[in-house]
């Protein structure tokens, strides 16, 4: 397992769910919930340059929703251009596509299990959907020995 820390994202069409993990690649946290739009990239990058400042930042994680058949639609197309922008904005940090079926679902479940009423889950549902897309990949990288997902090319 490598060490440092990673961010996790969820980006969803109105807010961007940011997670982190400790430097050992153990447990993913929630951070904060970036509302989408002019200056989330921005905010993402300042994100992760705080969290360079106390430990080595291995990588950004952004879970790819794909269709319970593995295939993308629309909605991995646009995750795939978030990536790429981010990978320009915040390089040389790697970003990694991974695959990120049913994780908002399982955050309202999981969320809703605990006692969290509508206004106040939707609050938090985009970070929770990053920690679990976050944990998912750490556990990957723990059983396999290997990066997860698809290292993304940043645009020019």
């Known amino acids: 397992m490598r060490h440092g820390v990673r961010l996790g994202i969820d980006p969803g069409d109105a807010r961007i769910g940011v997670a982190r993990s400790d430097p050992s690649g153990f447990l993913a946290t929630p951070v904060e919930t970036v509302r989408r739009g002019k200056g989330d990239l921005a905010r993402i990058r300042r994100l992760l340059a705080e969290i360079a400042e106390e430990s ?3 990588e950004v994680v952004v879970g790819l929703p794909r269709s319970l058949g593995g295939g993308e639609g629309p909605a991995a ?25 049913l994780t908002t679902v399982s955050a309202e479940a999981m969320l809703r299990d605990r006692g969290r009423s509508g206004s106040k889950r939707r609050a938090v549902v985009d ?5 679990l897309i976050l944990q998912h990949a750490l556990d990957t990288e723990r059983a396999t020995g290997t990066a997860p997902g698809e290292i993304v090319e940043e645009t020019t």
């Not at 978030?82 to 596509?97: G, H, K, N, Q």
């Not at 970070?127 to 920690?131: E, H, M, W």
């Open 77 to 101: 197309v646009k995750t795939r251009e978030f990536a790429r922008a981010l990978a320009a904005r915040i390089a040389p940090t790697p970003v990694r596509l991974v695959d990120e079926r």
């Open 127 to 131: 970070q929770a959907a990053a920690v």
């Open 56 to 58: 080595e930042v291995v």
